[in-house]
T-cell receptor, first 111, second 111 residues
């Protein structure tokens, strides 16, 4: 039982490049989330999903897209990376109890 | 702007001392959750409070939800070096529909 896993762990991009972050959970959770964490800002919700095939915008969705084609996977895409997207990205999932389980994070640097 | 405020942002504690971190919202919350993030790690769920005035304990940690359900506190007794990390509160209300995280309290423990 791995919980929530994220790939990659680290990535460096140049401005304008694209990439996809993958999140996988093996807890059969309905809800999945993508957050970004910046110093002094706490965790800010980018997008979330309440079930397979559904996605919704969070607090800071601009510049990101997501897809949830399978219940266990939630993908976060950056179509044209910008330096302002340098951050640590966390994926989380939750079931009926509402407690969120976080993955180990992806540290992204955009030059 | 941030809907859930935490104070202090930073706490330096001598080992063995007690300390308290506070979480405040301008609106009534349906529930509040607390998470701990160790340096370099990911947030880990600690507890959820739902009822007005609720108090829960986990060993040396005491969590409280205010009577008006607008504030919460985490009190740690006899701090140990293992308590180092950032503690986040996260609240949800009917209009937000999603968890809103505070900016966190970073705790440093001196032996």
């Amino acid at each position: 039982n791995a919980g929530v896993t994220q790939t990659p762990k680290f990535r460096v991009l140049k401005t304008g490049q694209s990439m996809t972050l993958l999140c996988a959970q093996d807890m059969n959770h309905e809800y999945m989330y993508w957050y970004r964490q910046d110093p002094g800002m706490g965790l800010r919700l980018i997008h979330y999903s309440v079930g397979e095939g559904t996605t919704a915008k969070g607090e800071v969705p601009d510049g990101y897209n997501v897809s949830r084609l399978k219940k266990q996977n939630f993908l976060l895409g950056l179509e044209s990376a910008a330096p302002s997207q340098t951050s640590v990205y966390f994926c989380a999932s939750s079931g009926r109890t509402a407690a969120q389980f976080f993955g180990p994070g992806t540290r992204l640097t955009v030059l | 702007g941030q809907q859930v405020m935490q104070i202090p942002q930073y706490q330096h504690v001598q080992e063995g001392e007690d300390f308290t971190t506070y979480c405040n919202s301008s609106t009534t919350l349906s529930n509040i959750q607390w998470y701990k993030q160790r340096p370099g790690g990911h947030p880990v769920f600690l507890i959820q409070l739902v009822k007005s005035g609720e108090v829960k304990k986990q060993k040396r940690l005491t969590f409280q939800f205010g009577e008006a359900k607008k504030n919460s506190s985490l009190h740690i007794t006899a701090t140990q070096t293992t308590d180092v990390g950032t503690y986040f509160c996260a609240g949800i209300n009917d209009s937000w529909g999603k968890l809103q995280f505070g900016a966190g309290t970073q705790v440093v423990v001196t032996p």
